[in-house]
């Protein structure tokens, strides 16, 4: 596989009431292709601040992100935006649907700023849509008048839209009651089969046995790492103690 | 208490917007306060100043040597009035002087002794010498507070009279307060020595002025029908009647005007206020949704809630009211200032305190009643309700544009899209744009027209303002003399007319001053309003306010009357001119020879080309036809011989004899010894030469420069104003889409890209709002221009057109960079709040 993300001596602080506070030392990870990687760890520990990072919705303090060969660290916002458009696709723990379009236009709104309008894209916008569950009669449907499952579809579909190189997920079940969390579980694992690499935040055991490649994180760097087989494949009771096991390592 | 606070918190956390709403505010109360009480002030400087120069409140002016006694007598016998007081004054029109750079200008000049003057006022002394200096100067001359304040002369600087190639040197002895002759509209009046009125009675013109006190207008056209039927002379060409009335609508007119467009500009102000507080509390319920539901759960009423939203304006419209309202106060000696240049009186006395007042709380009911209107939509939201963000942030209405169909740019389409989600906040703000852009164009309108000091207003005359008029002397040939001054390098254009006859319209109480010219396809300043020249001698042009007043149009018939005789004429065209009181008429010399068959045109007007020295080309005139007869009057007997003296001594006799006593020729044999020396009138041949476009000079320029002054401050003011408004809709806008804008961040649309959506928002209702704006403007304009000079006035589409255009580009770039604060939006921030 290859490397698609990295970062070198990554990090990031903030400045609390004059205090620095540094989230993420010195850290050095590289993701892979393909691979679905799941990070974990403590409340604080620096998850989604990393994830913010590695996604170029933030900058870091010090150090340097690599995507592909380019680094991205020092682009200003606007070119990170930029960048963001082709290479990433998010979903959000809160969805945040646009509240005044339609579900489709939702997933047109990501789509047409990077590329134009054509009969293909909206036919692969519903396209994409009817695999999730999300039908015909509720394309118009407003965001309000869709359950927090139809929604978390709505902002998958939404993200993979412009099949992004990497997708950034940040607790994407955690508003979700267990058989909409599944559901949408399911569908990211089916992304990540077809070959989407994935990069997750979750404190749910649940949720982080999709992933392949697990990220322990504490005190603002990668203290462990799990692999696992992809998803479906192998026997899942042991997939579940293997992955509680490093947990329990890691003091989880 | 706690109502209050949750208040001053949402001030605290909206300082921008509260500092706006308090600027606007401000402003509002500043302007209709200093309008409020001023406008109350610039009626009262008038009447103060005129009754305290004890100035009588009317008078009757006979030019041209016209006066009888009888005339005086027809005052007291006929209308009743008593004490009339008859003073002779040296009357000048179109004198040229010096003013204080040492340039030509031109002035309607009275002049008259001191005794004669305490006849019609009091002769109240302002600004002046010692007395002991006073008697040192040979010179003296007391000048009316016009040339202190507008003229920039101080007492004992000298003021200079040109006349006859000659330089009359005056020194100032000071300024004097006078109810009238302190405008230049009709005359200045100056106050010289005795010496000098018997010096110069032998140069300019000696009339009568009957001056009395009336409360009621004396009815000019009867009086001079009685007048003309004592004398059987027609005087009607030669009689101003004016009174205290007239002479204030002439000196405040313009400072009227300026407070108008004030007061029109705090409503601007003060309607973009209202609009922001509405729009902001709007905003702030939305965006302080679920507080709203805490705040009623823990037992608060949603009229406790209301309130602190109302507080909230009452304290910064109360701040703005407060500030605007001592702004206005401390502003007095401004405003004193401003109005004693505009009406070239003293200002005395201070602001009135209680209008600004009144001004200040009406604008804190009125922002109080609208913030307690908006915010009574906290009602709507019962707490579950607000807990699930109101009903109003759901959306199950049409999908208006749909973005499958997008074609093209997709932030277009997005802004587009928005925009029919906030149509209450387009109507307000197109409401607010198309106030500013009416107000926009007419001020840069205004301001263009004025660009070019007073020779905007000398296009809207409706007369020829030429260079040099020439009036000759009688019996010389008008046209042959024209013919000879237009193969002069110099001339570029010469037109034969007559000295600006005065005809009677029957049925009508307004007399017109002729405008008459052969072929008036050769006239530069007389542009057909309506239908076309007169070609034929029974054809005719009437002014726009004449046709207006008068119900006359294009193909009517009117009857003019001069010397007793009444012709028809059929109305060709309708004239938009300004001057003559705006009743101009426009005949061809034919034409007006149908009711003057006698008279035979005397006047030469002459355009000159390009970097033409007047000066130069006057002497010219001069070696050529010999000197004005009005410059050999006062000439001095100069020569190296006898013979030489002996001339230019008839020639003074006989210019004295043509000027005053209507001597049309004269053969002179003088005996000296041996030699006989001979004479004759024939080589004199100018009556007269002035130039309107000095007079115009004084009487336009003060008014065109400082109505540009005006107008371009108001065109900075509504920019201002403008990009407060929009400035804060963007950023309200901006804070309540924060999360919308952060996910369109994520999705990889840039700054630039969400700041184009915002300010492409406001596109359409600000396009359909100056285009609204645009038409509504030219109502306005012409009105305006139609009841303030009786013109209309010719509407520059192309100025128009650049000034939407403008102000669509403005309103876009305000926006777009009000809408910066995207740049702030942090996705991670939102993701983890």
């Known amino acids: 596989m290859d490397q698609i993300l990295k970062t070198e001596k990554l990090c990031k602080s903030f400045s609390n009431g004059g205090v620095q506070q540094h989230v993420i030392k010195n850290l050095d990870l590289e993701i892979m292709e393909g691979d679905f990687t799941v990070i974990m760890g403590a409340s604080g520990s620096?998850?989604?601040?990393?994830?913010?990072?590695?996604?170029?919705?933030?900058?870091?303090?010090?150090?340097?992100?690599?995507?592909?060969?380019?680094?991205?660290?020092?682009?200003?916002?606007?070119?990170?935006?930029?960048?963001?458009?082709?290479?990433?696709?998010?979903?959000?723990?809160?969805?945040?649907?646009?509240?005044?379009?339609?579900?489709?236009?939702?997933?047109?709104?990501?789509?047409?700023?990077?590329?134009?309008?054509?009969?293909?894209?909206?036919?692969?916008?519903?396209?994409?849509?009817?695999?999730?569950?999300?039908?015909?009669d509720m394309w118009n449907k407003y965001p309000n008048q869709l359950s927090g499952g139809e929604a978390q579809r709505v902002g998958i579909v939404r993200a993979v839209i412009n099949d992004p190189k990497i997708l950034f997920a940040d607790e994407p079940t955690g508003q979700l009651n267990s058989s909409a969390g599944k559901d949408v579980l399911d569908i990211m694992t089916e992304i990540h089969k077809n070959g989407q690499s994935i990069v997750m935040v979750t404190h749910d055991l649940k949720t982080a046995l999709r992933g392949t490649r697990i990220l322990f994180l504490r005190d603002g760097n990668i203290v462990g790492e799990y692999r696992m087989a992809p998803y479906g494949t192998g026997d899942m009771k042991e997939r579940r103690s293997g992955l509680q096991r490093f947990l329990d390592e890691m003091g989880w | 208490m706690k109502i209050f606070r949750l208040s001053l918190f949402n001030l605290r956390k909206n300082k921008k917007e509260a500092l706006a709403i308090i600027f606007l505010t401000f402003v509002t109360v500043f302007l209709l306060g200093t309008v409020a009480a001023n406008i109350a002030k610039i009626s009262t400087v008038f009447d103060d100043s005129f009754e305290a120069s004890g100035s009588v409140n009317s008078f009757v002016f006979f030019r041209d040597r016209k006066y009888r006694d009888e005339y005086k007598e027809i005052l007291e016998k006929d209308y009743g009035i008593e004490d009339v007081r008859k003073v002779d004054v040296l009357f000048a029109i179109s004198a040229t002087a010096r003013d204080k750079n040492g340039e030509k200008i031109g002035y309607n000049l009275m002049m008259l002794t001191e005794e004669s003057d305490r006849k019609l006022e009091y002769f109240v002394k302002e600004n002046c010498l010692r007395d002991e200096e006073i008697k040192d100067l040979k010179h003296p001359v007391w000048l009316p507070q016009y040339f202190e304040i507008t003229g920039g002369y101080k007492p004992g600087d000298t003021f200079t009279l040109l006349t006859g190639g000659?330089?009359?040197?005056?020194?100032?002895?000071?300024?004097?307060?006078?109810?009238?002759?302190?405008?230049?509209?009709?005359?200045?009046?100056?106050?010289?020595?005795?010496?000098?009125?018997?010096?110069?009675?032998?140069?300019?013109?000696?009339?009568?002025?009957?001056?009395?006190?009336?409360?009621?207008?004396?009815?000019?056209?009867?009086?001079?029908?009685?007048?003309?039927?004592?004398?059987?002379?027609?005087?009607?060409?030669?009689?101003?009647?004016?009174?205290?009335?007239?002479?204030?609508?002439?000196?405040?007119?313009?400072?009227?005007?300026?407070?108008?467009?004030?007061?029109?500009?705090?409503?601007?102000?003060?309607?973009?206020?209202?609009?922001?507080?509405?729009?902001?509390?709007?905003?702030?319920?939305?965006?302080?949704?679920?507080?709203?539901?805490?705040?009623?759960?823990?037992?608060?009423?949603?009229?406790?809630?209301?309130?602190?939203?109302?507080?909230?304006?009452?304290?910064?419209?109360?701040?703005?009211?407060?500030?605007?309202?001592?702004?206005?106060?401390?502003?007095?000696?401004?405003?004193?200032?401003?109005?004693?240049?505009?009406?070239?009186?003293?200002?005395?006395?201070?602001?009135?305190?209680?209008?600004?007042?009144?001004?200040?709380?009406?604008?804190?009911?009125?922002?109080?009643?609208?913030?307690?209107?908006?915010?009574?939509?906290?009602k709507k939201y019962p707490p579950v309700v607000a807990f699930r963000k109101g009903i109003k942030t759901h959306h199950f209405g049409k999908n208006f544009l749909p973005l499958r169909s997008t074609k093209g740019n997709i932030n277009l389409r997005l802004a587009m899209k928005n925009n029919f989600r906030n149509a209450a906040q387009n109507i307000g703000t197109g409401v607010c744009i198309a106030i500013a852009s009416v107000s926009l164009l007419f001020s840069v309108h205004t301001m263009i027209f004025f660009m070019d000091g007073y020779n905007g207003l000398i296009a809207l005359t409706g007369m020829e303002i030429c260079d040099d008029s020439i009036t000759l002397l009688d019996g010389v040939d008008a046209y042959g003399f024209s013919d000879e001054l237009s193969k002069l390098p110099e001339v570029k254009k010469t037109l034969v007319t007559f000295d600006f006859p005065v005809?009677?319209?029957?049925?009508?109480?307004?007399?017109?001053?002729?405008?008459?010219?052969?072929?008036?396809?050769?006239?530069?300043?007389?542009?057909?309003?309506?239908?076309?020249?007169?070609?034929?001698?029974?054809?005719?042009?009437?002014?726009?306010?004449?046709?207006?007043?008068?119900?006359?149009?294009v193909g009517d018939n009117i009857i003019?009357?001069?010397?007793?005789?009444?012709?028809?004429?059929?109305?060709?065209?309708?004239?938009?001119?300004?001057?003559?009181?705006?009743?101009?008429?426009?005949?061809?010399?034919?034409?007006?020879?149908?009711?003057?068959?006698?008279?035979?045109?005397?006047?030469?007007?002459?355009?000159?080309?390009?970097?033409?020295?007047?000066?130069?080309?006057?002497?010219?005139?001069?070696?050529?036809?010999?000197?004005?007869?009005?410059?050999?009057?006062?000439?001095?007997?100069?020569?190296?011989?006898?013979?030489?003296?002996?001339?230019?001594?008839a020639d003074i006799t006989i210019a004295k004899l043509i000027?005053?006593?209507?001597?049309?020729?004269?053969?002179?044999?003088?005996?000296?010894?041996?030699?006989?020396?001979?004479?004759?009138?024939?080589?004199?041949?100018?009556?007269?030469?002035?130039?309107?476009?000095?007079?115009?000079?004084?009487?336009?320029?003060?008014?065109?420069?400082?109505?540009?002054?005006?107008?371009?401050?108001?065109?900075?003011?509504?920019?201002?104003?403008?990009?407060?408004?929009?400035?804060?809709?963007?950023?309200?806008?901006?804070?309540?889409?924060?999360?919308?804008?952060?996910?369109?961040?994520?999705?990889?649309?840039?700054?630039?890209?969400?700041?184009?959506?915002?300010?492409?928002?406001?596109?359409?209702?600000?396009?359909?709002?100056?285009?609204?704006?645009?038409?509504?403007?030219?109502?306005?304009?012409?009105?305006?221009?139609?009841y303030l000079f009786g013109v209309a006035i010719p509407l520059d589409i192309p100025v128009m057109i650049v000034t939407c255009i403008s102000m669509v580009i403005f309103c876009y770039v305000v926006t777009y960079f009000a809408a910066s604060r995207v740049k702030k939006i942090s996705v991670k921030e939102l993701m983890t709040e």
């Not at chain 1, 082709?86 to 700023?113: H, K, M, P, R, W």
């Not at chain 2, 034929?536 to 008068?550: A, F, K, P, Y």
């Open chain 2, 560 to 649: 003019i009357e001069g010397n007793g005789t009444q012709k028809s004429y059929v109305i060709t065209g309708i004239v938009s001119g300004m001057s003559n009181s705006r009743m101009n008429i426009y005949l061809t010399t034919e034409g007006y020879q149908r009711v003057v068959p006698m008279r035979e045109p005397d006047v030469v007007q002459l355009y000159l080309n390009d970097g033409v020295d007047q000066d130069a080309f006057e002497k010219k005139l001069a070696s050529l036809y010999g000197a004005p007869v009005s410059d050999i009057e006062e000439g001095e007997i100069t020569g190296s011989d006898l013979e030489e003296r002996i001339r230019a001594q």
């Open chain 1, 46 to 136: 620096g998850k989604s601040t990393l994830l913010y990072a590695l996604s170029g919705m933030d900058k870091p303090s010090m150090g340097k992100i690599f995507f592909g060969n380019k680094e991205i660290g020092d682009l200003t916002n606007d070119q990170l935006a930029v960048f963001r458009r082709g290479n990433c696709g998010f979903v959000f723990q809160s969805v945040y649907l646009l509240e005044n379009q339609t579900v489709l236009d939702n997933v047109l709104t990501g789509a047409l700023i990077v590329q134009k309008n054509s009969p293909e894209l909206v036919a692969r916008a519903q396209d994409l849509l009817t695999k999730v569950g999300i039908g015909k």
């Open chain 2, 166 to 378: 000659r330089d009359y040197p005056f020194e100032i002895a000071g300024f004097y307060q006078t109810g009238f002759g302190n405008e230049t509209g009709m005359a200045l009046k100056i106050v010289i020595s005795e010496e000098d009125y018997a010096l110069l009675s032998s140069i300019f013109e000696e009339d009568v002025m009957l001056g009395y006190n009336s409360d009621v207008s004396l009815p000019s056209d009867e009086y001079i029908e009685k007048c003309e039927k004592e004398s059987s002379e027609n005087v009607s060409s030669s009689v101003w009647i004016m009174d205290q009335a007239e002479f204030k609508l002439m000196e405040t007119v313009y400072l009227d005007l300026f407070m108008y467009i004030s007061g029109s500009l705090s409503i601007i102000t003060l309607v973009a206020a209202v609009f922001l507080i509405r729009h902001k509390i709007k905003n702030d319920i939305e965006d302080q949704m679920q507080q709203i539901g805490v705040l009623e759960a823990i037992g608060y009423r949603s009229g406790e809630i209301s309130m602190s939203y109302i507080f909230e304006y009452v304290i910064t419209g109360g701040s703005g009211a407060v500030l605007g309202g001592v702004a206005a106060v401390l502003f007095t000696p401004v405003m004193n200032k401003f109005i004693r240049i505009m009406m070239n009186r003293n200002v005395h006395g201070t602001v009135n305190i209680g209008l600004v007042i009144i001004v200040a709380i009406i604008q804190v009911i009125v922002i109080t009643v609208f913030a307690l209107l908006q915010a009574r939509m906290v």
């Open chain 2, 659 to 786: 000027a005053r006593y209507g001597v049309t020729d004269v053969d002179y044999a003088i005996k000296v010894g041996d030699q006989m020396i001979t004479g004759r009138s024939g080589g004199l041949t100018i009556k007269n030469i002035s130039s309107t476009k000095d007079l115009a000079k004084s009487q336009m320029g003060a008014i065109g420069n400082s109505t540009f002054s005006f107008t371009l401050m108001s065109v900075i003011f509504i920019a201002v104003v403008v990009a407060v408004i929009l400035g804060i809709i963007a950023g309200s806008n901006v804070r309540r889409q924060r999360k919308e804008l952060g996910v369109m961040k994520s999705m990889g649309y840039s700054s630039k890209d969400l700041m184009t959506q915002i300010a492409l928002q406001i596109m359409p209702a600000t396009v359909i709002s100056v285009v609204i704006a645009a038409v509504i403007s030219v109502f306005i304009q012409k009105a305006f221009w139609f």
């Open chain 2, 503 to 553: 005809l009677a319209v029957k049925g009508s109480d307004n007399s017109g001053t002729a405008q008459v010219y052969d072929d008036f396809n050769e006239t530069t300043n007389i542009p057909v309003y309506k239908g076309r020249y007169p070609v034929h001698d029974n054809e005719i042009m009437i002014s726009l306010v004449r046709s207006t007043l008068e119900g006359y149009d």
